[in-house]
């Protein structure tokens, strides 16, 4: 099996990235590939600008990861109660080629966030777009307050409890 996780955010310290590479080793006999947000980043999004370079090769390639994947896990990050800039543009430049970004691909589907919320809304936002576009989301999860729950040494959820509903959800779903 193959795994494709990515934070949907372009930082270099993305708490999101880490979560979702967090995630992605609890599955077992998987091979996992992280994508780096970064690696796809391309001019702001207009149909004026797509009139001008035509597809972009860079959400080409986006796709082509995506579709090699047998699951997604995605962890979105949070600005002002939305999808992060960085994905949102490739989300939009990859959806001109192939509506169905996700490629009915079974997703974990989380986010994460200093805050006590969790990336609430976003994820709220995502449950209820990404289907449309793809996503085949079979669970999702929220890390709460992510600096008191998760370990930046041991690259791991440290509350027991939250660490033990993502290992459930991933032993049941998938």
């Given at each position: ?13 993305s ?6 590479t ?50 997604l ?8 109660n ?16 192939n509506?169905?970004v ?9 986010a994460t ?9 976003v ?20 890390l ?19 660490d033990k509903?993502?290992?459930?959800i ?5």
């Amino acid at each position: 099996m193959k795994i494709v996780a990515f934070g949907g955010s372009n930082s270099q310290h993305s708490i999101n990235k880490r979560l979702a590479t967090y995630a992605s080793s609890l599955f077992e006999n998987a091979a996992v590939e992280v994508l780096d947000l970064n690696d796809f980043e391309m001019p702001l999004f207009s149909v004026d600008t797509e009139k001008e370079i035509g597809q972009h090769e860079l959400a080409k390639a986006f796709l082509d990861k995506l579709g090699s994947a047998d699951v997604l896990v995605v962890s979105l990050a949070e600005n002002n109660n939305n999808y992060s800039t960085a994905f949102k543009n490739i989300f939009d430049w990859s959806s001109r080629i192939n509506k169905e970004v996700f490629q009915k691909k079974p997703m974990l589907l989380m986010a994460t966030s200093p805050g006590t919320r969790g990336g609430a809304s976003v994820l709220e936002i995502a449950r209820n777009a990404l289907p449309r576009y793809g996503a085949e989301i079979k669970a999702s999860f929220s890390l709460p307050a992510f600096n008191a729950n998760f370990d930046l040494e041991k690259n791991q959820i440290s509350n027991a409890e939250l660490d033990k509903e993502l290992k459930d959800i991933i032993k049941d779903c998938f």
